[in-house]
């Protein structure tokens, strides 16, 4: 039997690596796809031997049902799935084990692991996230800021937005600034709001870190409006950031582990 579309070359003897599943929101936008599919060569290329696909939620194809599926058939008996979200919302919380369960329904068993997201797991924020919003931040311009604004997406999940309070307080920590959180749909306050508390309380350089893996409208609306409110500066997404690379592959180890932990003899 030929292998699944996309799967040609993947290992699926039993003693090969595990294949890492990527999946992401998904947009319209194609950056964001590309994005997704850049961070897959970047997690591949760190850790060689190990097959990384990416799937979408929405918009673009193929889904991870789908990806999941194409492996058990390609002879795969396990794989881990890692969601690339933010938060562990709405899309952590229900979509992404529907899609788990919707692959287990049809065609060959398949035994999948699903890591925490790259956003805060247990309380913890990761000091590689921070350190790749540090990395896009340097790129973003020159000089120093004395005010920062966390923009993320935005969720009406109060658990969620904690989570980004949480990384916004490690970054105003870590950079010795004072910094707000601002969130480009479903809770206030907008980016430009944001910007500006922060020059009204004497902040004369204020830089916004764009808490999104990929770029899109959400992004695009976030730089306009804050370059508008007086912002010097607006980091680009995450995208493929050699620290979020690593933060997967650390996320995908820390589910292997356990899982070797309480594999029986």
């Known amino acids: 039997m030929s292998r699944p579309p ?3 070359g993947l290992p699926g003897s039993p003693g090969a690596a595990d294949p890492v599943v990527l999946v992401a929101h998904g947009s ?3 950056r964001a796809a590309e994005a997704t599919r850049a961070l897959a060569r970047a997690v591949s290329a760190a850790r060689p031997g190990t097959p990384v696909l990416a799937s979408w939620l929405d918009h673009t194809e193929p889904g991870p049902a789908t990806v999941l599926r194409d492996l ?3 002879g795969h008996p396990r794989a881990v799935l890692v969601p690339l979200l933010l938060t562990a919302a709405y899309h952590r919380r229900v979509d992404v084990p529907a899609a788990v369960a919707a692959a287990r329904e049809a065609g060959p068993p398949i035994a999948v692991r699903v890591t925490d ?4 797991a247990d309380g913890e924020v990761d000091a590689g996230l921070l350190a790749g919003l540090r990395r896009r931040l340097g790129e973003a311009g020159p000089g120093r800021f004395d005010g920062l604004v966390l923009a993320a997406a935005g969720t009406r999940d109060a658990r969620a937005r904690g989570s980004v309070g949480r990384v916004a307080a490690a970054l105003s920590a ?3 600034v004072p910094t707000r959180v601002s969130y480009a749909s479903a809770a206030p306050p907008a980016v430009a709001a944001a910007v500006a508390r922060l020059r009204a309380r004497g902040a004369g350089r204020v830089a916004v870190s764009a808490y999104f893996l990929a770029p899109g409208l959400f992004h695009d609306a976030v730089a ?7 912002a010097v500066a607006v980091s680009a997404p995450l995208t493929d950031a050699p620290e979020l690379a690593d933060l997967v592959l650390r996320r995908v180890d820390a589910v292997s582990r356990v899982a070797g932990l309480t594999a029986g003899p």
Request: no cysteine.
């Open 6 to 8: 996309g799967l040609a």
């Open 28 to 30: 319209r936008d194609p």
């Open 72 to 74: 058990a058939a390609a």
């Open 117 to 120: 997201v790259l956003g805060p």
């Open 174 to 176: 870590g950079l010795g």
């Open 224 to 230: 306009t409006a804050a370059r508008d409110a007086g």
